[in-house]
Each structure stands twice: as C-alpha cells, then as structure tokens.
C-alpha cells in the first residue's frame, strides 16, 4: 500500500504529486500524500526550495566556525566564545530551518523529522546559550 511522505501513513485515497528536487535530500519524482497533508507538504517544500542554499551556507560556516575555534581555542578566550556561540547558532538554524537529509525522511516520514530537528536544535540551541553564559560570568 502507499504511504504519504508527509505523515507515512498508509491509505488507499492517497493524491499522487509529483515533487522536483530542490536540494539534494528531498526526493524527486513522483509521491503520494494524504490530500490533508498536501498544503502542508507544499509549504514545506516552497520553504526548502526558498532558504536551502542560506541554509547550507549558514551550517558550512557556523562548522568551519566551529572547527577552528576548537582547534584554536585552547588557551585563548575569544575562540573559547566563538566555539559556544557556533555550536549554539547551528542549533538556532536547524530550528528555523529544520531540513533533513532524505533517508532521515524516509525513516521517519517528514512530519516527524520535522519535529526532531527542531527538538534537536532546540537543544543545541539552549545548551549552546547556556554554556555561553556561564562563560561569560564565570569563564
Ligand atoms: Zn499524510
């Protein structure tokens, strides 16, 4: 039986779509989707197609970001303060941008790899605040 790519839900009163590949995770072609779902799909995907290159952007900096600081940051400070506010940062964009790679999609449907992202740089995101904080007051 089909399954909606956007809840993994089985049913026989799928619509059937067809999505263009936008970035690389997102798979290209033809996929079905419960017809409740499918603004939402849409949606999700003008979202993608709109911010996936600031968001690839954004991780590829704030990750250079992040390995230099470590690299750089053993004895000094300032690098110590980047490193936190990086780790903290990538959490702040996988939140607002909460794009998976494809089998992750494929695992979990993308509602709900949605929200896993978001919990996940939710919690970067706080730990990452937290940690600069506490540098900053005690470091
Ligand atoms: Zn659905």
């Known amino acids: 039986m089909r399954k909606c790519i956007w809840c993994n839900k089985q049913s026989d009163k799928l619509k059937e779509i067809t999505v263009r590949q936008i970035w690389i995770p ?13 603004e939402k799909l849409r949606g999700f995907y003008d979202r993608v197609r709109r911010y996936a290159l600031l968001f ?17 940051g053993n004895n000094n400070y300032l690098f110590g303060y980047l490193f936190i506010g990086s780790f903290a ?16 999609f494929d695992l979990m449907s993308i509602a709900t790899s949605i929200k896993a992202a978001r919990i996940m740089g939710g919690i970067f995101f706080a730990l990452g605040t937290i940690g600069l904080v506490l ?5």
């Open 56 to 72: 690839l952007s954004l991780v590829t900096i704030l990750t250079l970001s992040l390995v230099v600081s470590a690299l750089l």
């Open 26 to 38: 997102l798979q290209h072609g033809k996929a079905f989707v419960c017809p409740e779902h499918e």
């Open 135 to 139: 540098a900053l007051f005690y470091g």
């Open 89 to 104: 940062l990538i959490g702040l964009v996988i939140f607002i941008f909460p794009f998976c790679s494809q089998s992750t």
